[in-house]
T-cell receptor, first 111, second 113 residues
Framework: DAKTTQPPSMDCAEGRAANLPCNHS???????VYWYRQIHSQGPQYIIH???NNETNEMASLIITEDRKSSTLILPHATLRDTAVYYC????????????FGSGTQLTVLP | NAGVTQTPKFQVLKTGQSMTLQCAQD?????MYWYRQDPGMGLRLIYY???????DKGEVPNGYNVSRLNKREFSLRLESAAPSQTSVYFC????????????FGNGTRLTVT
């Protein structure tokens, strides 16, 4: 599975959009981009995923570049409860393989 | 519907002791994973199981053994615990081929003194 690169930390003002980037330049055609977040030391929580089209759900939006080498998770109106570590991973949709997480981005939403 | 259940939630061991971390899922998923997370660090894959009866090593398998007892259960065993194994352990599952996300348990917090 392709590796991902994320900035170690970001700040965002409460009520503003948080834009979290992820680089996955070695992604292959059948790998999806997934985003998770981890609040304190709870189990990671699934947010959103996509293949090549932009996706939106009740939690966030995912923008994937046309060449699929990078993506951005957008939290449209960040709240203090969105303070967490955000992980971007790429996952093959077929048979099970090693799924590895990087260090993620610590997002701190400031009041 | 419990999802992914990990037991115990907390455990303190002395160096050299053994224990088994249990993970059970009720989602009928084929694939199960064990990760560890050290303080301030990301998740590292220990072992995974693509299906009942099969297991494979991840990034950091040394010091651990696993057993995929049946489709529901995937256990992680520490035969001789070491302080370096102090960590939070997460179990996760997903259904390959269904474009599904990983589902995580709430973790087991292990301290080895």
């Amino acid at each position: 599975d392709a590796k991902t690169t994320q900035p170690p930390s970001m700040d965002c003002a409460e009520g503003r959009a948080a834009n979290l980037p992820c680089n996955h330049s070695t992604i292959s055609g059948n790998e999806y981009v997934y985003w998770y977040r981890q609040i304190h030391s709870q189990g990671p929580q699934y947010i959103i995923h996509g293949l090549k089209n932009n996706e939106t759900n009740e939690m966030a939006s995912l923008i994937i570049t046309e060449d699929r080498k990078s993506s951005t998770l957008i939290l449209p109106h960040a709240t203090l409860r969105d303070t967490a570590v955000y992980y971007c991973i790429v996952k093959y949709s077929g048979s099970a393989r090693q799924l590895t997480f990087g260090s993620g981005t610590q997002l701190t939403v400031l009041p | 519907n419990a999802g992914v259940t990990q037991t115990p939630k907390f455990q303190v061991l002395k160096t050299g002791q053994s224990m088994t971390l249990q993970c059970a899922q009720d989602m009928n998923h084929n694939s199960m994973y064990w990760y560890r997370q050290d303080p301030g660090m990301g998740l590292r894959l220990i072992y995974y199981s693509a299906s009942e009866g099969t297991t494979d090593k991840g990034e950091v398998p040394n010091g651990y053994n696993v057993s995929r007892l049946n489709k529901r259960e995937f256990s992680l065993r520490l035969e001789s615990a070491a302080p370096s194994q102090t960590s939070v352990y997460f179990c996760a599952t997903f259904n390959e081929g269904w474009n599904s996300p990983l589902h995580f348990g709430n973790g087991t917090r292990l301290t080895v003194t």
